[in-house]
């Protein structure tokens, strides 16, 4: 009866080296789910989002196909208007401590005294994996169709983060990758 979509491959540096591979899992395979959806009588469906699909960076193809999954599910309330399948977004920033969070790099890196950071005022938005699941939940239970719920979340520069992390360590600037955000 409830779908979550979070499928996608999400990481910027992947989907900039693999175009095709993001548009075809990101995108075509974001419209496979809604079909399927609609045609097998789901009654709610959230698809999970992220705060890089706003306006998306020159080059950011990761961005790009997060913005287009949202627009297409929105437009699929129309697509869907005479079946009782509804579909919403949630949009939300980075997962503390998930596979791709600069967390877990940056305790990796802290025996030796030095992390490596993209550019000193870099910022990015914090959840939890927990408070990202209420949300989620809650935006199922809460949705009617068409909403991109966006939860207000605490942000900080990753120059602070990497301070509380390793206090005193050597904060050493690489550059940012291809496509993203500061």
Not at 66 to 93: H, L
Request: aromatic content about 8%; proline content about 4%.
């Amino acid at each position: 009866e409830y779908l979550f979509h979070a499928a996608a491959l999400k990481d910027v540096k992947s989907c900039w080296y693999n175009p095709v591979e993001a548009l075809t899992i990101n995108g075509i395979g974001t419209v496979n789910v809604l079909q399927a959806s609609r045609d097998t009588g789901i009654k709610r469906v959230i698809v999970i989002s992220s705060d890089k699909g706003v306006a998306p960076a020159s080059g950011n193809l990761y961005g790009a196909t997060k913005a287009v999954c949202e627009s297409i599910t929105v437009s699929y309330n129309n697509y869907s208007a005479s079946r009782k399948t509804r579909y919403a977004v949630c949009r939300y920033g980075n997962v503390a401590s998930s596979s791709g969070s600069v967390i877990p790099l940056f305790f990796s890196q802290k025996d030796s005294g030095k992390l490596t950071i993209t550019h000193p005022k870099m910022t990015r938005f914090w959840i939890t994996m927990s408070e990202a699941v209420r949300f989620v939940i809650h935006s199922m239970e809460s949705m009617l169709g068409g909403e991109i719920f966006v939860p207000h979340l605490p942000s900080s520069r990753i120059t602070t983060l990497a301070n509380v992390i390793a206090p005193g360590a050597e904060l050493e600037t690489i550059g940012i990758r291809p496509g993203e955000k500061i």
